[in-house]
């Protein structure tokens, strides 16, 4: 079972940036969070992943707070493009990585 | 890099045929394997896990005589879907991991309708 819980939708205002929040409280320490989003009937797309400590890349930021109990992707400027439904995950990391989808967010970037 | 397909794209079967869906990691060994499938306006649900040169490990609930798996090479696994009824008819996903990777990298999808 999904170990993750997210907002059902978020909206967004394109060039803002998109913050959307994971709450995963059960965490184990060998767990990484992973996020992923997807594109309407297209496989998901792989966006970033982290332990324990925040980790930026080209397409967003991972802020993973001190207790590992929570996350929020930033999206720093949003285009119409990243309008997707985004996936936060929980799994650990070379050993067993089953990936268990939770229902994600719908984020829709307006105009 | 990381790049892996799957084939074909769609298929339309009749009712009782078995339909085999191919997963390729182009570009990279992909030592696990795993397999998911998506119904409309649902999140995608893991179907198995297979690890190249074994037998796949199934998720609870799904009939492993019905949905054959077989990760022969560390670039190819396939998903042959036996017997197929209106109610496989799904979007179903598969998605590669590599030996040192922690991510999984995710195909493109393929459509079955089942008549």
């Known amino acids: 079972d999904a170990k993750t819980t997210q907002p059902t939708s978020m909206d967004c205002a394109e060039g803002r940036a998109a913050n959307l929040p994971c709450n995963h409280s059960?965490?184990?320490?060998?767990?990484?969070v992973y996020w992923y989003r997807q594109i309407h009937s297209q496989g998901p797309q792989y966006i970033i992943h982290?332990?324990?400590n925040n980790e930026t890349n080209e397409m967003a930021s991972l802020i993973i707070t001190e207790d590992r109990k929570s996350s929020t992707l930033i999206l720093p400027h949003a285009t119409l493009r990243d309008t997707a439904v985004y996936y936060c995950i929980v799994s650990p990391g070379p050993t067993g990585n089953q990936f268990y989808f939770g229902t994600g967010t719908s984020l829709t970037v307006i105009p | 890099g990381a790049v892996v397909s799957q084939h074909p794209s769609w298929v339309i079967c009749k009712s009782g045929t078995s339909v085999k869906i191919e997963c390729r990691s182009l570009?990279?060994?992909?030592?696990?394997m795993f397999w998911y499938r998506q119904f409309p306006k649902q999140s995608l649900m893991l179907m198995a896990t297979s690890n190249e040169g074994s037998k796949a490990t199934y998720e609870q609930g799904v009939e492993k005589d019905k949905f054959l798996i077989n990760h022969a090479s560390l670039t190819l696994s396939t998903l042959t879907v036996t017997s197929a009824h209106p109610e496989d008819s799904s979007f179903y996903i598969c998605s590669a991991r590599g030996a040192r990777g922690v991510e999984q990298f995710f195909g493109p999808g393929t459509r079955l309708t089942v008549l």
């Open positions: 059960t965490i184990s320490g060998n767990e990484y």
């Open positions: 570009d990279f060994q992909a030592t696990t």
């Open positions: 982290g332990l324990k």
